[in-house]
């Protein structure tokens, strides 16, 4: 089973769990900072748990950055997930060469999506106007770009291997970037030294399977080291290509080297560029604490700082980093610090609670889904899915959405 599902289907089997506790009750359609203040979630609850993500990403600030097919891979990821205000993304897959800016699992899952063959994409619930667009797509080749060396990347090891396995297409790495790096697996953390014997073997001494694998691949993808993108070429309308400065390390490669650029230059021919760089949370309201340089709720092991009974926790709290396990993880961290303040009565217990919300929302005219209404839009995609043969279609339209729970 592909990692993402395994681990989407993990966070189900635990929410399903927890929702159906009669003590936890599901409020959808509510916008913190829009439907509901964080000042009025505090006086209704004795804690309140932001776990609001990070919804901002990093841009390149580079000229033609706001070219038509210059996209955020969040917004492209929310695309072809069915995110519903994702859904107008202007995207353009008459090109042959798209170069990707980030060496994580989000560059790797974007790749994924666009060297998938068709056939295998349509058994997947991306939504049926992505699998349309793409089916159009002319793309050939994907370039991963990274400004630092093989040991930085921050794929994790599964999501690699698939994407070495996937059909119909085959890695490029130059072995070149790999030969100094034979002797220093040793003394890599394991973690490290799997991912890196994985990223040595595909380069250097790939096995017969992979070979006979890759033997019928019709697509590339390319992982392109200690390189950052400094302009973006165009013909003044649509891109062309990618002007990509060289860079070498500064610092032991084995720790936390830095990029730092050389004189020379490269240009990538490429229709389309997405970036992957990095991710922010943002401040939801103006009197909670804030890191702004690092983008997240300002905390101590997810207390936020200052404010006893406010609590944060996944990429909000930690930063960007990590998979949805990790932030699982987070998650009953978190938790357990509630339980810590409560028993040392650091609480205020004497609260409205969630009767207090409902009824400023119904006052503001907020609609909103409860859990049995998520039950039936759930069931309605699956079944929807089914007819198309896949595990769903998703409902990408909100007020749609909504008419299921009047
Ligand atoms: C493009 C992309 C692809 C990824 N792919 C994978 C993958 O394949 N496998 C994997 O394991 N991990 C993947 N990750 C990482 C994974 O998404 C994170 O580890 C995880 O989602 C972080 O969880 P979170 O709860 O902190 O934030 P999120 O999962 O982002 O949850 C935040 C929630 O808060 C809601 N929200 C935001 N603002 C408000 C507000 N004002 N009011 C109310 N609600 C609000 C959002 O709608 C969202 O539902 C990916 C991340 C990105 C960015």
């Not at 917004?75 to 994580?104: R, S, T």
Request: aromatic share 6%; glycine share 8%.
């Amino acid at each position: 089973m592909n990692s993402l599902l395994q681990a989407a289907r993990n966070v189900i089997n635990t929410f399903s769990k927890v929702i159906n506790n009669d003590r936890c009750s599901f409020v959808g359609n509510v916008t913190v900072g829009k439907d509901v203040s964080l000042t009025q979630l505090r006086k209704a609850y004795t804690a309140v748990v932001l776990a609001y993500g990070a919804n901002s990403e990093r841009r390149l600030n580079i000229p033609g950055e706001n070219l038509p097919n210059v996209i955020s891979a969040r917004h492209f990821v929310g695309w072809y997930n069915g995110l519903p205000e994702e859904q107008d993304l202007k995207l353009n897959f008459d090109v042959e060469d798209v170069a990707i800016v980030g060496h994580g699992n989000v560059a790797l899952d974007i790749t994924r999506i666009l060297l998938t063959p068709l056939e295998l994409l349509k058994k997947t619930d991306i939504t049926e106007q992505a699998i349309t667009a793409l089916s159009s797509s002319k793309v050939q080749r994907v370039h991963l770009i990274g400004r630092r060396g093989p040991l930085q990347v921050a794929f994790t090891i599964k999501e690699l291997r698939e994407m070495i396995r996937l059909p119909k297409s085959r890695p490029v790495l130059d072995p070149e970037d790999f030969k100094h790096l034979a002797d220093c697996f040793e003394d890599l953390p394991r973690p490290r030294r799997r991912l890196t014997e994985l990223l040595y073997n595909t380069a250097v001494k790939p096995t017969e399977e992979d070979k006979k694998l890759w033997s019928d691949a019709t697509q590339k993808w390319y992982l392109h080291f200690l390189r950052s993108p400094v302009e973006i070429l165009s013909d003044g309308s649509s891109v062309k290509g990618l002007r990509l400065v060289k860079n070498k390390l500064e610092g032991s490669i084995k720790e936390n080297p830095k990029a730092v650029s050389t004189e020379k230059t490269i240009d990538l021919p490429c229709g389309m560029i997405m970036t992957s760089i990095g991710y922010q949370g943002i401040q939801l309201d103006p009197d909670l604490p804030f890191d702004h340089s690092k983008g997240v709720v300002s905390n101590e092991n997810g207390r936020v700082t200052g404010i006893p009974g406010l609590y944060c926790t996944g990429w909000v709290s930690r930063g960007p980093l990590g998979v949805i396990l990790n932030t699982m993880t987070d998650g009953l961290d978190t938790g357990k610090m509630i339980l810590q303040d409560l028993k040392s009565n650091l609480l205020e217990t004497n609260k409205p609670g969630k009767e207090a919300v409902i009824k400023q929302l119904k006052e503001a005219g907020v609609q909103t889904v409860s859990f049995d209404d998520w039950k039936k839009i759930d069931s309605i995609e699956m079944s929807q899915g089914k007819l198309i043969g896949k595990p769903r279609e998703k409902m990408v339209v909100i007020s749609e959405i909504l008419k299921l729970s009047l």
